[in-house]
Structures are given as structure tokens and as C-alpha cells.
């Protein structure tokens, strides 16, 4: 079995970066967007396991961004998980059907704790 895969949509390079290494250095695959408005078409290259989605992204937006992706059928099952350093991150992440979220600033361990519930189940 392969690695499993994490697509990162953040416009945020320095966290993008932060981000990558970490799970990079935990033995994950890593892809990352600035823009959310391909969405389907980066889904459709990387098959990502999960996909962490920023809220505040160019473009289209995560909300908007994250239920394209549940609206298709091939890619409804990808967990993603919201990221955003928003106060109503509960309802954002709801509304947008993801399937949970980090408040930012975000404690790593949290972030990774996360994944790894969603890639291990």
C-alpha cells in the first residue's frame, strides 16, 4: 500500500510549507493548492486520502470549494477537514459538509491527531 495523501488548499505559503514538511516527515504524500477555484481537477490528479481546506482561499472560497466536492459522487467520501481561524468554524465547517475541523492557530499535534483519525479508521 502506498502512502496515503493530504492536498493542503491554504493561501497561506509560510503555513503551506509548516504544514508539508510535518506530514511529509510523518511518511505522508503532500500536495498543495493556493487556489480552491480547480478543486475538482486537483482531486481528480492527486486522489488525495483527505484534504485540509483554509476557509479563507481565493477564488471560490473553502465553503464553497468543499461542497462542490461533496455534490460528486467520486469524491464525496474524501474527508476534509476545515481549517480556519474563524469564530463560527463549527457552523462553517458544517455548512460547507466537511467532516471536521482545526481552529486556527492550530496546535500540530491536534492537526495530526485529525488525520490520522480519518486516514486510520
Known sequence: MG????LIFDDDTTLLELISIIFEDGGYEVDISQT???ILEKVSEFHPDIILMDNWIPNIGGIEATRLLKSREEFKDIPVIYVTANNDIEALAESAQANDYVAKPFNLEDLEQKVAKYLND
Not at 3 to 6: A, D, E, Q, T
Open 36 to 38: 480552491s477555484h480547480n
Open 3 to 6: 502512502k496515503k495523501r493530504i
